[in-house]
C-alpha cells in the first residue's frame, strides 16, 4: 500500500500530538482547592458495586479511546487517499484504472468528430478511476488526466483540435497519426499495470502525397502490441484502424453509423483487467474505500457504547 498525500499523515499526527500535549501540560484548576476529607471512603470503595461500577467506567473509558484512535486513524488513511488497498474480485474489472485516449485524425467540422467531442464532454464527468487523453493530428489536445473538469471543457471546444501547422517535406498519414496517439500513454513501449484503450475517431486512409512519412504500419502495430493497447475505431473505410481493432481485441464500427451510441458501446466493453505477475487481478489506483469504512465503524462503535455500557 501506498499514499498519494503523505502531508496530511504528517499533520494529523502532529496535530494529535500536539491535542495529547496540550491535555497533559494543561494546569489543572482542581489544585487550586484542597480535596474535601471524606469519612469512611475505604470502605465505600471496597463495596462490590463500587468496584464493578470503576472497573466498568475504567474499561469504557480505555475502549472509547482506542475506537477514537481508530476512527481518526482510519479517517487520516482514507484523505491521504491510499493506493494498493485490496477490492473484491468481482470488482476488479471495473475498478481497475484505465487510460483513455481519444484520437482524433480528422477536422473539428467532421460530423462524427463533433458527435464524439460532444459524447465526452457530457460523460467525462461521471468518470472514476480513468485517466482521459485526446490528440489530433498535429497536437496533444489533453494529455492523460483525472481532471475531468478541464477534460470536459476542452471536449466542448472542438477548435481546440485545430493547429496551422504547415510541413516542407512531410504529409501526415493515418499511421503517423495512430502512432502519435499511441506515444500519449506514459511508458507506451512497455504494458502498464493499467488497462489501456484508444479510440480513433478519423477517415482509414488519407490522401496520397509524395513527402515522406515517419510511420508504417508494421512499426504502428508493434507500438500497440508491446504498450497492450486496445485499438476501437470509428472510421470510413476498411484500413489500419479497423485492423488494428481486430488485432487487439476492440471494435471498429463505420463513420455513418450512429456515432455517440458506437461510443457507448465501446465504453461498454473495456479491456479486460491487467493482470500482475501472480496472475490477480491489479488493484485500484485509489481505493479509500477500506479505510472510509473502518472509519464509520468506529464512529459508530464511539456513539454507541454509552448506550452498550449502561445497559
Known amino acids: 500500500m501506498d499514499l498519494t498525500w503523505w502531508a496530511v499523515v504528517v499533520f494529523a499526527c ?15 484548576r482542581t489544585l ?5 476529607v471524606l469519612a469512611n471512603t475505604r470502605r465505600l470503595t471496597a463495596l462490590p458495586e463500587y468496584v464493578r461500577a470503576a472497573r466498568l467506567q475504567a474499561v469504557s473509558a480505555a475502549l472509547g479511546i482506542v475506537l477514537l484512535l481508530a476512527a481518526f486513524s482510519a479517517a487520516t488513511l482514507a484523505a491521504a487517499r491510499p493506493t494498493g488497498l485490496p477490492i473484491p474480485q468481482r470488482q476488479a474489472a471495473s475498478a481497475q484504472p484505465e487510460d483513455i485516449m481519444v484520437c482524433v485524425g480528422d477536422g473539428s467540422e467532421d460530423a462524427a468528430v463533433q458527435t464524439t467531442m460532444r459524447y465526452f464532454a457530457e460523460t467525462v464527468r461521471g468518470f472514476g478511476s480513468e485517466r482521459i487523453g485526446l490528440t489530433s493530428a498535429n497536437r496533444r489536445v489533453i494529455p492523460l488526466t483525472r481532471d475531468y473538469q478541464y477534460a470536459a471543457a476542452r471536449f466542448a471546444d472542438p477548435a481546440a483540435l485545430t493547429s496551422s501547422v504547415s510541413y516542407a517535406d512531410y504529409a501526415p498519414t493515418v499511421p503517423d497519426i ?26 482509414a486512409d488519407l490522401p496520397d502525397d509524395p ?7 508494421a512499426a504502428v502495430r508493434a507500438l500497440a502490441r508491446d504498450g497492450a493497447v486496445q485499438v476501437n475505431a470509428i472510421s470510413t473505410g476498411a484500413g489500419l484502424p479497423a485492423q488494428l481493432a481486430e488485432a487487439t481485441g476492440g471494435r471498429a464500427f463505420p463513420a455513418t453509423a450512429d456515432v455517440g451510441a458506437r461510443l457507448a458501446e465501446i465504453r461498454r466493453n473495456p479491456p ?3 493482470p500482475d505477475a501472480e496472475g490477480v487481478a491489479a488493484f485500484a489506483a485509489e481505493t479509500p474505500d477500506p479505510a472510509v469504512l473502518a ?3 468506529a464512529i459508530a462503535a464511539v456513539l454507541l457504547l454509552p448506550v452498550v455500557i449502561r445497559r
Open 14 to 28: 502532529l496535530g494529535l500530538a500536539g491535542c495529547i500535549a496540550a491535555a497533559l501540560l494543561w494546569p489543572s
Open 295 to 297: 472509519a464509520i465503524l
Open 272 to 274: 479486460p483487467p491487467v
Open 178 to 203: 495512430l502512432a502519435l496517439c499511441l506515444t500519449g500513454f506514459p511508458e507506451f513501449e512497455s504494458a502498464a499495470p493499467q488497462r489501456r484503450s484508444l479510440i480513433y475517431i478519423g477517415p
Open 211 to 217: 513527402a515522406p512519412a515517419l510511420f508504417g504500419d
Open 32 to 36: 487550586e482547592r484542597p480535596p474535601r
